[in-house]
């Protein structure tokens, strides 16, 4: 007799294994079918002459979606994985030479971009931050995930 399932997600990567987390956890019967060898999706690494790269994401811009997913199964983000804040998170570099450097506080980053593109940038990139801090409060989650950038090692 074959198993009943109440749910069936098409690939594992990010979207899908958070999918099949929360379903899970609220009690369905659940089945991840994933055409590649691993999970993770974009989500992956490759060694090339020993060196390992990312293949996908390297930063968690909204690490408040992660740990809704990992409090439904019982679990925190922080038991799950280690995270490592980076201070400059970006650095940029322009064939012409400008260099820009996001930082982990708001202020440094204002500073950089006004040092590397003028203060009419500082206010613009202010006013992105803002309006990104409101739709993110819009949707129940903190100022800080907008503003701080932290990356998974
Ligand atoms: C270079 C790069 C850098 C990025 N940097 C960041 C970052 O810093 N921060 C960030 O938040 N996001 C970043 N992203 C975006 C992030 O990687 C994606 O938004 C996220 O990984 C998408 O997850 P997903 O589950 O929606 O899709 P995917 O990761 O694409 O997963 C889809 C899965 O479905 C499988 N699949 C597809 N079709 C089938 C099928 N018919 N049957 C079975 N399996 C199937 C695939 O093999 C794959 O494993 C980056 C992306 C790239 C490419």
Known sequence: MSERLDAIIIGAGMGGLSAAIKLA???LRVRVYEAEDAPG????????DGVEFDTGPSLLTMSSVFSEVFAAAGSTLEDELELVRLDPAFHYIWPDGTELEVRHELGDTLESVREALGPKAEAEYAAFMEYSRESGSRRGRTS?????????A
């Open 25 to 27: 956890s609220a009690g």
């Open 41 to 48: 999706g974009k989500l992956g690494a490759e060694v090339v």
């Open 144 to 152: 800080s995930t907008a503003r701080r950038p932290t990356s998974s």
